[in-house]
């Protein structure tokens, strides 16, 4: 099993959601986070003020999925996440040593599957 993980821009959340609800992931989990890479940031004005946020807000989507899997959810995140623009974030894949589910004790691939 891999962890994939993406940091992507707010606004592409539900492009990327209904990419991979297309081809079959059954379950993701979503956060707000902010950060910066090569964009650093921006200023902005604010009241006549200028001040720079270095923290930009955006989507974290963390997915675990079996390992025949990995290459078209990261396919499917790779064409619906990209706008062509510095900022559309990242895609991090991570081994999954187990997975374990709560209600039932299950474990191994059948809990993501």
Do not use: N
Request: glycine residues 10%.
């Amino acid at each position: 099993m891999k962890k994939v993980e993406a940091i992507i821009k707010p606004f592409k959340l539900e492009e990327v959601k209904e990419a991979l609800a297309e081809i079959g992931c059954k379950g993701l989990t979503v956060s707000e986070v902010k950060g910066f890479g090569r964009q650093h940031g921006h200023k902005e004005l604010y009241r006549g003020a200028e001040y720079v946020v270095e923290f930009l807000p955006k989507i974290k989507i963390e997915i675990v999925v079996v390992d025949e899997m990995v290459e078209t959810v990261v396919k499917a995140i790779l064409k619906s996440a990209s706008t062509g623009r510095i900022g559309d974030g990242k895609i991090f894949i991570i081994p999954v040593e187990e997975a374990i589910r709560i209600r039932t004790g299950e474990t191994g691939d059948i809990v993501v599957s």
